[in-house]
């Protein structure tokens, strides 16, 4: 059994926009949406094991068959085959229910390992293959470009809409429910402004006027808090505000890095769990044996 242990780390992501077009009779949504990275990060470590095993930080959330992890691992064995089993720790920095894509990344960052560990030799779009009943948002995180994603979200189109200005993300200590977030959200299938063009050809202090998240009308409602930290981030001095997938977690977006910092630090004081995001973000998605 080796005793090489390889770590990495998983990215959460936000929506630049999200237009929930059509509602599917299997019960997912045509949607398109913006994906870009921000740097709030879980940890993975992993190394051979006499059984397969997940640890997390968090013991609150579950480590069994739904898990998707979990069932990243599963669909490898699968469709695949794992030659030894594996201890995988995961040191949990993302919050689970604010529409970070935690659960998807985590998926995305094990199919990633795995391959490369044990020399399977996919690539990237046979990950995304095995990858289609573990989540919309996971064939994003397996490619690691932002882009606008169509569909069901599987559809990728690749464009650079990393903003080059700093990210506040802020989680509201309490989750959002993705299935009552598109069940109480009314579909519209001609939406006011073109996603694609609004984030690559306007200002991004014009996206307050033209870039939307139709599932805040759902969410705030019921978490209300989520309305009001969009509000909080105006008036902190955020040029554009926006709840993230189907939420709760909020992200601004601002001109002047000493603006963005003062309101990141004015969160944590109210005991938010916050990420502030630089400039031009590029995440880091090496995968490297430790030690």
């Known amino acids: 059994m ?7 780390d998983s990215y959460a992501k936000i929506n630049l926009g999200l237009h929930v077009l059509e509602r599917l009779s299997t019960g997912y949504h045509h949607i398109e949406t913006g994906f870009c990275f921000v740097d709030w990060r879980d940890r993975f470590e992993v190394k051979q094991a006499p059984e397969m095993k997940l640890e997390l930080s ?19 064995d699968r469709y695949v085959g ?20 935690g659960g998807s990344s985590n998926a995305a960052l094990t199919l990633r390992m795995l391959n490369k560990i044990e020399q399977m030799g996919l690539s990237d779009d046979e990950l995304i293959d095995l990858s289609r009943d573990l989540g919309a948002d996971v064939p994003f995180f397996i ?14 189109e690749q464009l650079d809409i990393q903003p080059h200005l700093p990210i506040l993300v802020c989680f509201p200590n309490e989750s959002s429910n993705t299935k009552e ?25 014009e996206w307050r006027y033209t870039l939307f998240n139709d599932l805040e009308q ?16 105006y008036e902190f001095g955020a040029i554009y505000a926006s709840m993230t997938g189907s939420g709760s977690a909020v992200f601004g977006i601002f001109e002047q890095d000493f603006v963005a910092t003062d309101a990141y630090k004015r969160l944590l004081d109210l005991d938010f769990p ?18």
């Open 2 to 8: 080796s005793n090489e242990t390889w770590i990495a």
């Open 181 to 205: 977030a598109y069940k109480y959200c009314q579909p519209d299938p001609d939406p006011d402004f073109d996603l694609k063009k609004t984030l690559t050809e306007t200002p991004v202090d």
């Open 274 to 291: 916050c990420s502030l995001t630089k400039p031009g973000f590029e995440p880091d998605y090496g995968i490297y044996r430790k030690g």
């Open 58 to 76: 968090d013991e609150e959330i579950p480590t069994d068959g739904s898990n998707l992890i979990n069932k990243a691992v599963a669909a490898l």
């Open 143 to 156: 490619k690691g470009e932002t882009g606008i994603g169509k569909g069901i979200g599987h559809e990728i």
């Open 218 to 233: 759902a969410v705030f409602p019921q978490v209300h808090v989520s309305g009001n930290l969009k509000d909080q981030m």
């Open 82 to 101: 794992l030659k030894h089993n594996y201890l995988i720790r995961v040191e949990k920095r993302i919050p689970t229910g604010a529409g970070l894509g």
